[in-house]
């Protein structure tokens, strides 16, 4: 049990179904704390969901959830007390300045009355917003708002955050400053857990990635782990006319090769174990997409 | 459990357990409402002087020529009081179902705040909380502007605020109801026009519901703006009795129903 305590989330044999839709399936996620955890998955794999669970504003209808050691959902208001959670969906007050809502949500986590200024002007700083304190909300930028959202989720200082898709529709840029800001986050121990459906995000950020597919976890480990065992060392990318790659798809099928079409080309994993019947193509190092194609049978961005 | 924070990474502290409705819950969601206040106030303001204003002008002195005297009271003292009721029904049916709708829906400051440690039930009633606030202390501006149209002062006109308070909070809640179980805000028109108007013209208002058909008076004695617009005139004007106490009780008793209702329909929404 000693393992169990010292995760900082906990899920058990956790379902979810809307309706027809079985959202998250016999979900079992265990997450250390200290570590920043991936959670990658294509859309609808239902990783907002399992998000929500964790705040307890998605009641899951089977299995075992708990949070910093609290058992959710009945003690899920304490958990709420002590970890951050940066939405999907920005859902600021455009009516308010930055300043404003920093200040609420001090006062929401319990933020002594004596620090919320404190409070507030770290979490400007950390979300290099300090010059914008006092602008309201609709006049900044789409990077802003996501600082500001990440900023919001850090003002009482948590052990743990949640951030769901936290760079989806930024620019490069932008990106890159979220990154290098969650990177900051696992340098001072606070345990991530972020969902993502960037491969690139995750390989960067991520010490441990869940691969999730479908409502449960289909594979974990680190992202060299996860492309060693799934799409081996090289990958050996053929390129050619459609009857070409029609050709080489036949070979892979039957000598059992795993393959996938990568845009332009047909992919082939474990390039390193291939015979002399290997076509020729450039050879390449195997990266997280492989692998995650290779799990997921999906193509992502 | 004890032992759970042991071996939790740094940054672990110990915290101020949480329990249900806490104050500071309430105090956080309120500070909110009134940041947003600070935005709009002076429109608020604004209207809430000049809606009872036209009503006295309108209904005082075009109504008012003909109609001199309702019962024992000038027919400017019923409309100023009639129009306290129809300013607090107002200023709580529309911001609980609108300001619920678009901040639940458009906006999602509720999925903002329920992320953080406050509970629907805390979310909920701090909402009402507030917008019933705002309705008792504007409920005194439709007797001020009473006062300038020749109204005596009266001390027990302080008492609009808490009668206002209780009213609000009821028709806030029952706002809620409504914008938790609309399917779009559109919606709203049914509400508005089919409960909503009758609502306030059937309640001793603008004319005595004494002769109206005796099975409308039947209902219009179940309408809590009627026991509001009782409660109020009869603080307004010194007259204050032991039918009050009923008066008091149905705004309190429906005050509780559309509290409870509306924390159990908007409940099951945000939380899927």
């Known amino acids: 049990m000693a393992s169990a305590r010292a995760a900082a989330i906990s899920m058990r044999g956790v379902r979810k179904r809307f309706a027809e839709i079985v959202a998250v399936d016999g979900l079992d996620l265990e997450v250390p704390a200290g570590v920043c955890f991936g959670l990658l998955g294509p859309n609808g794999a239902g990783k907002s969901t399992t998000m929500r669970m964790l705040t307890a504003q998605a009641l899951a209808d089977e299995g075992a959830i708990s949070v910093l050691g609290y058992e959710l959902p009945r003690q899920s208001k304490q958990a709420r007390l002590e970890m951050g959670v940066v939405p999907q969906l920005d859902n600021l007050d455009v009516e308010l300045t930055c300043r404003q809502i920093l200040t609420v949500f001090a006062r929401l986590y319990r933020v002594a009355r004596g620090e919320r200024a404190e409070a507030v002007q770290r979490a400007l700083q950390i979300a290099n917003l300090t010059a914008r304190a006092d602008t309201i909300v609709r006049e900044l930028s789409g990077g802003m708002r996501r600082r500001l959202l990440v900023a919001r989720g850090l003002i009482h200082e948590p052990r743990l955050v949640l951030l769901d898709e936290p760079t989806v529709g930024l620019d490069p840029q932008v990106r890159q400053e979220l990154w290098s800001l969650i990177d900051g986050l696992r340098t001072r121990g606070v345990t991530v857990l972020m969902s993502t459906h960037y491969i690139e995000e995750a390989e960067r950020l991520a010490d441990t990635v869940a691969v999730m597919s479908a409502g449960r976890i289909i594979a974990q480990g680190t992202p060299a782990e996860l492309v060693a065992e799934h799409a081996g060392e090289q990958v050996l990318e053929v390129y050619g006319p459609p009857e070409r790659l029609a050709q080489v798809d036949e070979l892979a099928a039957s000598n059992g090769w795993a393959s996938r079409r990568s845009g332009p080309a047909v992919a082939i994993m474990r390039a390193e174990t291939l015979n002399g019947l290997a076509p020729e193509g450039v050879r390449r190092p195997a990266n997280l997409e492989d692998a995650f194609v290779a799990l997921t049978g999906q193509e992502i961005e | ?272």
């Not at chain 2, 099975?215 to 010194?238: E, I, K, T, W």
């Open chain 2, 1 to 272: 459990m004890m032992s759970g924070g042991s071996q939790l990474p740094p940054g672990a502290q110990t915290r101020a357990s949480v329990g249900r409705l806490e104050p500071a819950a309430l105090a956080g969601v309120m500070s909110r409402d009134v940041a947003i206040f600070g935005r709009y106030w002076k429109a608020t303001t604004f209207s809430s002087i000049v809606q009872p204003t036209i009503y006295l002008l309108a209904f005082g002195l075009g109504l008012g020529a003909l109609l001199h005297k309702v019962g024992h009271l000038t027919y400017v003292q019923y409309v100023a009081t009639g129009v306290v009721a129809t300013a607090v029904l107002f200023s709580s049916a529309f911001p609980g179902m609108f300001n619920t709708f678009i901040r639940w829906q458009f906006q999602r400051t509720y999925d903002a705040m329920l992320a953080a440690p406050v509970d629907v039930e805390e979310l909920i009633t701090a909402e009402i909380l507030w917008i019933s606030l705002r309705a008792g202390v504007y409920g005194l501006a439709p007797l001020l502007v009473g006062l300038a149209f020749g109204l005596e002062p009266e001390l027990g006109m302080l008492l609009v605020v808490p009668i206002g308070f209780v009213t609000g909070f009821g028709f806030a809640a029952f706002g809620v109801t409504v914008a938790a179980v609309a399917k779009t805000i559109d919606n709203f028109n049914y509400i508005t026009s089919a409960v909503l108007t009758p609502l306030f013209l059937v309640a001793g208002t603008f004319f005595p519901i004494s002769n109206l058909p005796a099975g409308v008076r039947a209902v219009a004695q179940v309408n809590p703006l009627y026991h509001c617009v009782q409660l109020v005139r009869d603080a307004s004007l010194g007259s204050l009795g032991t039918p009050d106490l009923v008066h008091a009780g149905v705004l309190l008793a429906f005050a509780l129903l559309m509290w409870r209702l509306a924390i159990q329909q908007l409940g099951r929404r945000l939380i899927d």
